[in-house]
């Protein structure tokens, strides 16, 4: 790069040497004045690389006061030129940071020496100050407090998140001890943090004793041999996440008592629950017996008064006007309505009563049993049944009749065709047996697919249809006892289907 140099020298002769001479040297003259005041305005106007600058000037001021002037303005290295080396003129040249002297008469090669070392050092000072303001920059503007000190550990610099977080200006701390400027007191967090199972922090104390989790760091700054120039100290405020971790700590504690004040709810309302449910079966029991008890005692007292009813109705039926007639056919019917209810209650009862029997059973066998005994009333309403293979499985042969006897005559009875059709039938699922019992009759509206397995539901008067409303109130309990599950599927006047499983237990 070819340097432009402006030269500044009364003497005309000397000045053309001097002009002569750059050029030899390859530097581009840009100018040659002769006063102070032209050399200030030469110099900010032109922009020269560099200013040879003659001190004893003729005019008003002299080389030293322009030099002054012209780097009040504009950065631009000025080299001194000079016959005369006076202390007091040295003196006064120093104070205008120069960057060279030479004394007058000069070779060609110490003006390109001083010219050339004066360029350099002006780059590099030039680069020092730039990356120092650079540093400043960064320094300044990053989120981090970061406090540097000098070998001894007395501060020299503080950025302004580090003075917020101490509360004091640099130019307060300059030049006092870090451990004081930067105090800690780990105590009161170090508690808090304890208590509530956390990592600990260091604790700043900041502006009025407000303390500080911070994190930190430290740094030394160490010169090419290693020496210790001083440290650097980078601190950041952590109290929102401090607050945070205290936050969550105490949510999970209190999320942690709910759920254990909840659990001990809970098994209290299940001890009840249990407490409850034992009552319930005990009452159960106790309810059971005493239908049992009743239904047994009162078989006998009822078949007496049947017994007589009809005794009467054969001896005195045509001695006897009209009316006592219909009254003794009322006791007849009404005693053996008694008796039905009370043998389907005994039924009932029985059901369970001395545990279950389980034995490997044939269901097939079972069933044409069960057909024998409705062999009558299938006849009478010329029904036709139907069924698949059954499985022989672990069950009480006598309840599971039972089942069958009632889900089939209620399949005969809920009839309004002079033809009903049943189909039973079995099917192998992953850990059971399905089976249905389906018939060709009224149906039932869905909304009662519950309430006619409740003992004495009825949907129907018993002129409509007879019965006592205990038949499908055996069977859950039949189903309830092998540990199955029965329900029903149905439309009004389109049949209905009885299902129910049983586990398959290996016959
Ligand atoms: P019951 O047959 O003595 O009336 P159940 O307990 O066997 O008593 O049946 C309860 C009620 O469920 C019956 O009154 C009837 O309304 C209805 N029901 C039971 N089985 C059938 C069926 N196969 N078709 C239509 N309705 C039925």
Redesign the pocket.
């Known amino acids: 790069m070819q340097l432009n140099i402006l030269v500044v020298e009364d003497d005309g002769l000397i000045a053309l040497a001097i002009e002569r001479k750059l050029e030899n040297l390859g530097y581009n003259v840009l100018d040659v004045v002769h006063t102070g005041e032209a050399a200030v305005q030469k110099a900010t106007t032109l922009h020269p690389d560099l200013i040879l600058m003659d001190i004893m000037l003729a005019g008003r001021i002299d080389g030293i006061t322009a030099a002054q002037q012209i780097l009040a303005q504009v950065s631009i290295p000025v080299v001194y030129l000079t016959a005369y080396s006076d202390p007091q003129t040295v003196q006064r040249a120093k104070l205008s940071s120069p960057f060279g002297y030479l004394l007058k008469p000069f070779e060609e090669k110490d003006l390109q020496i001083a010219v050339e070392m004066a360029f350099y050092k002006h780059q590099a000072e030039k680069q020092l100050r730039q990356s120092e303001q650079l540093l400043l920059t960064t320094l300044c503007s990053i989120g981090d407090g970061v406090i540097t000190t000098d070998a001894q550990g007395l501060v020299t610099f503080m950025n302004p998140v580090a003075e917020g977080l101490i509360g004091q200006e640099t130019t307060a701390v300059k030049g006092h001890s870090l451990t004081d400027v930067f105090v800690f007191d780990s105590h009161s967090c170090l508690e808090t943090m304890a208590a509530l199972h956390q990592q600990p922090y260091d604790c700043l104390m900041g502006k009025n004793g407000r303390l500080i989790p911070i994190e930190h760091t430290t740094t030394p700054i160490q010169n090419e041999y290693g020496q210790v120039l001083g440290h650097v100290l980078i601190f950041r405020d952590v109290s929102q996440r401090y607050e945070a971790e205290i936050a969550l700590q105490q949510a999970h504690d209190e999320l942690e008592q709910r759920v254990i004040s909840r659990t001990a709810e809970l098994s209290q309302a299940n001890l009840r629950l249990e407490q409850q449910t034992d009552e319930l079966s005990r009452s159960n029991r106790d309810l059971e017996q005493f239908a049992y008890v009743v239904s047994h005692d009162l078989r006998e007292p009822l078949r007496k008064i049947k017994s007589y009813a009809e005794l009467l109705q054969q001896r005195y039926q045509t001695q006897l006007d009209e009316k006592a007639d219909k009254y003794i056919f009322y006791v007849t019917d009404g005693a053996s309505r008694l008796q039905a209810l009370i043998g389907?209650l005994l039924a009932y009862s029985r059901i369970g009563k001395g545990g279950l029997h389980l034995h490997p059973t044939d269901l097939q066998l079972i069933l044409t049993q069960v057909l024998s005994d409705c062999e009558l009333t299938i006849r009478d309403t010329n029904a036709t049944i139907t069924c698949s293979q059954l499985p022989t499985l672990m069950v009480d042969p006598k309840q599971i009749s039972q089942l069958f006897y009632?889900?089939i005559?209620?399949?005969l009875?809920?009839q309004q065709t002079i033809n009903p059709q049943i189909h039973i039938w079995a099917e192998k699922q992953e850990q059971e047996w399905l089976f249905g019992v389906r018939?060709n009759?009224?149906?039932?509206e869905p909304q009662?697919a519950e309430k006619?397995?409740v003992?004495f539901?009825?949907?129907?008067t018993k002129e409509e249809?007879?019965?006592?409303?205990?038949?499908?109130?055996?069977?859950k309990k039949v189903i309830e006892n092998h540990k199955g599950r029965i329900w029903?599927e149905?439309q009004p006047g389109q049949?209905?289907t009885?299902y129910f499983t049983l586990p398959d237990m290996g016959a």
Do not use: E, M, W
């Not at 539901?457 to 129907?460: A, D, I, Y």
């Open positions: 389907d009632n889900l005559s209620n399949g009875k809920f018939d009759g009224i149906g039932i009662y006619i397995f003992i539901q009825r949907l129907h249809y007879p019965g006592t409303g205990i038949g499908l109130a055996i069977c029903v149905s049949g209905t009885f």
